[in-house]
């Protein structure tokens, strides 16, 4: 008798196992083709860094809702539908051109995943969550950021019940922009303080 | 659904799922369904996050013994597989049966 581990080398097995899997716990009324459209739905789409993006988009785009978000990111965010269902608070820090805010966890890999999606391999690494507090501005640089010695850098330690996200600047030449097309100019990077936003070209 | 979302976010080093720019990425369509797949079990509670997790570390760590270089998604489903079978959800002989109806499904295709 074979076992699994040994015997799906391929892909078209494995294309071919997942399909008879699929077929064999839905006729056994285990799970409902239904359900797992709603995950791989919502993992595809709804959670990703999508989210913060309209969250940065609505704020550069309103500066009532902009002064909501900075003053409780929790519920600002919350009224776009997002949030974190595990009860953490989110906190909001703007970046301007002379603060310039970055995000860690230093513990472990605490991260807003209900606005920023699953955490970049880079970000739960040792190298990243000691150094940047030790020598933000190298590691800044090592991410291709250069910052001028006046601007002021921040960085904030997230713990489990309190998560950061950043407010990036909004960038030159999308004072046309509608709030769609800002979203789409958003990077997961950006929120998390480690890459600023391109200027797109005129 | 939440477990599973931390579940999924703290998956590191040998089995984190592959992705870009934050986003988890599948290849081929299968790969999403056979993601959507282990985590709609859990969501129904047929078993724990942690019980794939460790399933699917030592699939990995026999795959990278016998220097076997299938994917990511195939040693997940081979994993799922290992864990259902184990679990009594289905047998190993309904499994290999129902993959055989749908090969030969393919093999007809092509003699088209």
């Not at chain 1, 008798?1 to 494995?14: K, P």
């Not at chain 1, 609505?58 to 997002?82: C, H, M, Q, V």
């Not at chain 1, 030790?134 to 330690?157: K, M, N, Q, T």
């Not at chain 2, 797949?37 to 996050?49: P, S, T, W």
Request: glycine letters at 4%.
């Amino acid at each position: 008798m074979n076992n699994s581990r040994e015997s799906v080398h391929t892909e078209t097995d494995a294309a071919l196992r997942t399909r008879a899997l699929e077929s064999l716990l839905v006729e056994k009324g285990l799970l409902t083709t239904d359900i797992i459209d709603e995950v791989v739905q919502k993992y595809e789409q709804d959670v990703g860094p999508l989210n913060g993006a309209k969250v940065v988009a609505r704020a550069w785009s309103d500066p009532n809702y902009k002064r909501r978000l900075l003053a409780n990111g929790t519920a600002a965010i919350a009224e776009l539908g997002f949030g974190d269902a595990h009860g953490s608070k989110i906190v909001v820090l703007e970046n301007t051109a002379s603060v310039h805010h970055v995000v860690v966890c230093t513990l472990c890999s605490c991260y807003p995943w209900s606005v920023l999606g699953l955490p970049p391999s880079w970000y739960k690494s040792y190298a990243y969550r000691s150094r940047v507090v030790r020598e933000p501005r190298v590691v800044l640089r090592e991410f291709d950021l250069e910052l001028s010695d006046s601007v002021e850098i921040r960085v904030w330690d997230s713990n489990s019940d309190l998560r950061y996200m950043v407010l990036p600047e909004r960038p030159a030449n999308t004072e046309d922009h509608s709030e769609k097309q800002l979203v789409s100019l958003v990077t997961r990077d950006s929120m998390i303080g480690v890459a600023k936003i391109e200027a797109p070209a005129k | 659904m939440q477990q599973a979302d931390r579940q999924i976010a703290t998956m590191e080093a040998q089995i984190a799922l592959p992705r870009e720019n934050g986003e988890l990425i599948f290849q081929a369509p299968w790969e999403a369904r056979a993601f959507g797949l282990a985590v709609a079990l859990n969501q129904q509670d047929l078993y724990e996050c942690r019980e794939f997790s460790a399933e699917l570390a030592a699939t990995i760590a026999t795959a990278d013994q016998n220097n076997d270089p299938a994917n990511y998604y195939t040693r997940w489903i081979a994993s799922l597989e290992e864990l259902i079978i184990t679990k009594g959800l289905l047998s190993r002989e309904q499994l290999d049966a129902k993959t055989a109806e749908y090969a030969a499904g393919i093999d007809n295709e092509h003699e088209h």
